[in-house]
Structure formats: structure tokens, C-alpha cells
């Protein structure tokens, strides 16, 4: 396959390198801000098209992504497939953090792939699956774009990656950068941390 996915989040500077203030507090030598990606569509195509290839032969009815990069992920994916998208996004109330509102998505039976960017915890994959399992479908595939968590995530369902990535995270004390004296960043501005 010669699609390189960090190769191209590199290209589109969504893949930087520097001394990053994550938002836990830990410090990184490696910031990804998916949205340099997400916010070109041509590029974004080439992405589904390789999450295409990675998921074989599988029949699949429905695209379900997470707001807000899983469901333009889940948007492009079923497009090329010719197939229905379906967007998990935060619910109103009730006893799970996602539900599929506004319209009935699923039809019964219905195979579904559920798609993501990024994979840090998987949270938002399982909020995807647990607003799945109020409907009448069948789960048929979980794929992300980077998995950041190396394969280690149990989701109770096997998934796939598009790319694995290990992204360092320091505690401050024990920061190599800090100990060089490098300037800290705090990604998303353009100012010192
Ligand atoms: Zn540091």
C-alpha cells in the first residue's frame, strides 16, 4: 500500500514537532492537531480510501462516526462506499453521552462500521458502540485514522488503525525538553506556554 499516513500529516503540518503543553498537563515532543487534515477534504479522501482498503471485503450499510472528525471520516467513507453515514453526537439527557438523534439512521440489520480520527482512551468509540447498542444493527467493523494508544485500547471489539503512533507524554519533572531548557508551547496558539 503506498499510502503513508504520517508522511501525509506531516505534509499538511498537522503532524508538528516542538515542546508541547498537553491539555493533561504532561509535556510531549510531538503535537498532532488533526484539523490541519480534516479541513482538507481531497486529502481527507485519500485517507478514507486507504481506511477503504484496510477494511477488505466487508459488506458494510452504515458509516457511524463521533463528532466532530468521526463523522466527516464516516461522511467520506460512505460516500465512496455508495452506503449511509451515521453521526453519534453528544446526547440530550438520558444515561448514555452519545445517541444517533435527530433521524432514524439504521434500518434492522444493518452492518455497521464505526470510524474515528484519533484514538487516545477510546472514549468516544465507546460512547459510538454504547449509542449503537440501542439500535438494531450489527457492529461489522471499528477502524481509526491513528491509533495513539499502540494497539493496547480494549473497545471489547477488535479494531484496526490506519497507523500506529507513540506519542511521548512527560510528567514536567521528568521532561527531557524541559531539562534542555527548550521554550514550552501550549498547542492550538502561537504563544509561549
Ligand atoms: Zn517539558
Redesign the pocket.
Known sequence: MGFELERTLEECGALTEG?FLLSSGK?SDRYVEKFHLLRKPAVLQDVCSAMIEKLGGTRIDVVAGPTTGGILIAAEIARQLGVRAAYAERADGGSLARAFRRVDYFEPGDRVMVVDDILTTGGSLRETMDALSNHDVELASVMVMVDRSMGRTDLGFPYQALTQMDVPA?D?DG?P??EQGVA?VKPGTTQQA
Open positions: 515542546h509535556h512527560w514536567p521532561c525538553l524541559c514550552l
